[in-house]
């Protein structure tokens, strides 16, 4: 019986040959892409969530609206931040094949 080596010394392709060292030092290649996008994403919710305080401040000042109706107002605003990615992630889900019925 053959002996198993458990260490990982580099890429592998479908043959079982090892790949350059181009392929090697790379351990993903979009990383940095991703990175990037994550980053700018983070931005602009932070842009976005800071000129809608700025918004409901001024709503509230124009209008004389009471601070508890701007709470309600703004926690739906954080409600829907967490409840809209749960239905694509749902579908994606359906579609995939990981959640079951």
């Not at 983070?42 to 004389?64: V, W």
């Amino acid at each position: 019986m053959k002996k198993m080596d458990n260490t990982a010394t580099g890429s592998w392709t479908l043959d079982n040959k090892p790949t350059s060292s181009a392929v090697k030092n790379s351990c993903h290649p979009n990383l940095k892409m991703f990175l990037a996008a994550l980053s700018f994403a983070y931005f602009a919710k932070a842009l976005s969530g800071s000129y809608m305080k700025s918004t409901i401040t001024q709503l509230e000042r124009r209008f004389d609206i009471s601070s508890y109706l701007i709470g309600i107002i703004d926690g739906s605003f954080e409600v829907e931040t967490v409840t809209v990615p749960l239905m694509p992630g749902w579908v994606v889900g359906q579609l995939a094949g990981w959640a079951t019925s």
